[in-house]
């Protein structure tokens, strides 16, 4: 109890809006490296992602996207840095968010500087995902984009709470206003759009599908985003351990984590582990894929401990408990987001080695990629 103390101590050193800017400047961080190992692993990752393509294909510090995500990510520190430090300095978080607020103003500035041409790609695919749709020539990106958005779906939702605790506290900040300001019904809801727009791209994909196995796996996939929402709402009245609702909430996550793992193992990252898992022939890969197999089996054990992340709410209460502080929710957002990135380049690995997209480290490119304009 004492070492729990003293971590919920030491998080009330980093506000809320700090917490969340951290996660953002993380995932940047993120997926600046996974460009750069794609890249070095001869996948044409900017064909795949259809941003423009450098001059020379297999170097990646001359591709605009991977500029931007590292410049952003540079920039994020800094600004972490300031925010921190005026938060330690004045005693006050409201400080703190002038810097997050100017980070998202340079992301999204319509000022023809800072790589204008991809931040203004990237607005529009926030749009365009922000509706439920996506263009069917940027399928891929926006869907890697979109899945994305449903591991940061509580990163997202305690946004409004920062909002709220802007908005409403007047007392020291040191202080976590999580149960005095939440409301679990807004933030649910908030959290479920993300997976809410999953659900509607995939049933799109199933009325645009040309032949029935199509509308069979897209069918399979919008069940797996559907499957979500009870476990996100049964969540807000199942506050009595071992009621009944509170077994319902907890059988509705087993299933989606179940079934969610299997689609990123058999479908995302086309790994053929679950079709005879007994045969070692069904363990080896009928076509070129950049890791061994023991490589593709630790990371798929890995993204199975992190999707079952939410049994410790079955733990004795006075362990389960940890997870309901800031610092036990804040661990759990941050392994997710990481989930996600293991998930994200892997399973862009998975898209090159189905269509062949690899680069020889001559070849030499200045085609332009479409864009949605």
Same mark, same amino acid.
């Given at each position: 109890?004492?070492?729990?103390?003293?971590?919920? +101590?030491?998080?009330?050193?980093?506000?809320?809006?700090?917490?969340?800017?951290?996660?953002?400047?993380?995932?940047?961080?993120?997926?600046?490296?996974?460009?750069?190992?794609?890249?070095?692993?001869?996948?044409?990752?900017?064909?795949?992602? +259809?941003?423009?393509?450098?001059?020379?294909?297999?170097?990646?510090?001359?591709?605009?996207?991977?500029?931007?995500?590292?410049?952003?990510?540079?920039?994020?520190?800094?600004?972490?840095?300031?925010?921190?430090?005026?938060?330690?300095?004045?005693?006050?978080?409201?400080?703190?968010?002038?810097?997050?607020?100017?980070?998202?103003?340079?992301?999204?500035?319509?000022? +023809?500087?800072? !790589?204008?041409?991809?931040?203004?790609?990237?607005?529009?695919?926030?749009?365009?995902?922000?509706?439920?749709?996506?263009?069917?020539?940027?399928?891929?990106?926006?869907?890697?984009?979109?899945?994305?958005?449903?591991?940061?779906?509580?990163?997202?939702?305690?946004? !409004?709470?920062?909002?709220?605790?802007?908005?409403?506290?007047?007392?020291?900040?040191?202080? /976590?206003?999580?149960?005095?300001?939440?409301?679990?019904?807004?933030?649910?809801?908030?959290?479920?759009?993300?997976?809410?727009?999953?659900?509607?791209?995939?049933?799109?994909?199933?009325?645009?599908?040309?032949?029935?196995?199509?509308?069979? $796996?897209?069918?399979?996939?919008?069940?797996?985003?559907?499957?979500?929402?009870?476990?996100?709402?049964?969540?807000?009245?199942?506050?009595?351990?071992?009621?009944?609702?509170?077994?319902? !909430?907890?059988?509705?996550?087993?299933?989606?984590?179940?079934?969610?793992?299997? $689609?990123?193992?058999?479908?995302?990252?086309?790994?053929?582990?679950?079709?005879?898992?007994?045969?070692?022939?069904? $363990?080896?890969?009928?076509?070129?894929?950049?890791?061994?197999?023991?490589?593709?089996?630790?990371?798929?054990?890995?993204?199975?401990?992190?999707?079952?992340?939410?049994?410790?709410?079955?733990?004795?209460?006075?362990?389960?408990?940890?997870?309901?502080?800031?610092?036990?929710?804040?661990?759990?957002?941050?392994?997710?987001?990481?989930?996600?990135?293991?998930?994200?380049?892997?399973?862009?690995?998975?898209?090159?080695?189905? /269509?062949?997209?690899?680069?020889?480290?001559?070849?030499?490119?200045?085609?332009?990629?479409?864009?949605?304009?």
């Amino acid at each position: 109890m004492a070492l729990i103390e003293d971590l919920n +101590h030491f998080i009330n050193y980093f506000p809320l809006v700090l917490r969340l800017f951290f996660l953002v400047v993380f995932g940047l961080y993120s997926f600046t490296l996974i460009l750069h190992l794609l890249v070095i692993n001869r996948v044409d990752v900017f064909s795949l992602l +259809h941003t423009p393509l450098p001059v020379n294909r297999s170097q990646q510090a001359n591709a605009p996207l991977w500029q931007l995500s590292f410049s952003l990510s540079i920039l994020g520190t800094l600004l972490f840095v300031i925010a921190e430090s005026l938060y330690l300095i004045s005693g006050s978080d409201e400080l703190a968010y002038v810097p997050v607020f100017i980070f998202g103003v340079i992301v999204f500035m319509p000022v +023809h500087k800072f !790589w204008f041409f991809q931040r203004k790609v990237f607005t529009r695919q926030c749009l365009r995902i922000l509706g439920g749709s996506y263009r069917p020539d940027y399928k891929f990106p926006d869907v890697i984009f979109s899945d994305l958005l449903t591991s940061y779906s509580r990163v997202i939702a305690d946004l !409004w709470l920062a909002g709220a605790i802007l908005i409403y506290v007047t007392d020291s900040p040191n202080n /976590s206003h999580r149960k005095q300001y939440e409301n679990e019904v807004i933030m649910s809801m908030i959290a479920a759009y993300p997976y809410a727009i999953r659900f509607r791209q995939c049933l799109i994909e199933r009325s645009s599908a040309d032949n029935s196995s199509d509308k069979f $796996w897209s069918t399979l996939n919008s069940i797996k985003y559907f499957t979500a929402f009870p476990a996100i709402f049964l969540g807000i009245f199942a506050k009595k351990r071992f009621s009944f609702l509170w077994f319902l !909430w907890n059988t509705s996550s087993a299933i989606n984590s179940t079934y969610s793992f299997w $689609w990123d193992v058999s479908m995302d990252w086309s790994l053929p582990f679950f079709k005879q898992p007994l045969s070692i022939q069904n $363990w080896k890969f009928g076509v070129r894929r950049l890791f061994p197999t023991f490589t593709f089996a630790v990371v798929s054990a890995i993204d199975f401990v992190l999707r079952m992340a939410w049994v410790v709410r079955v733990l004795p209460e006075h362990q389960s408990a940890f997870f309901t502080t800031d610092f036990g929710i804040f661990i759990m957002q941050f392994l997710e987001v990481f989930r996600r990135c293991v998930w994200v380049f892997f399973r862009i690995e998975a898209e090159a080695s189905k /269509s062949l997209a690899y680069v020889n480290i001559s070849d030499r490119s200045d085609i332009p990629t479409i864009h949605p304009d």
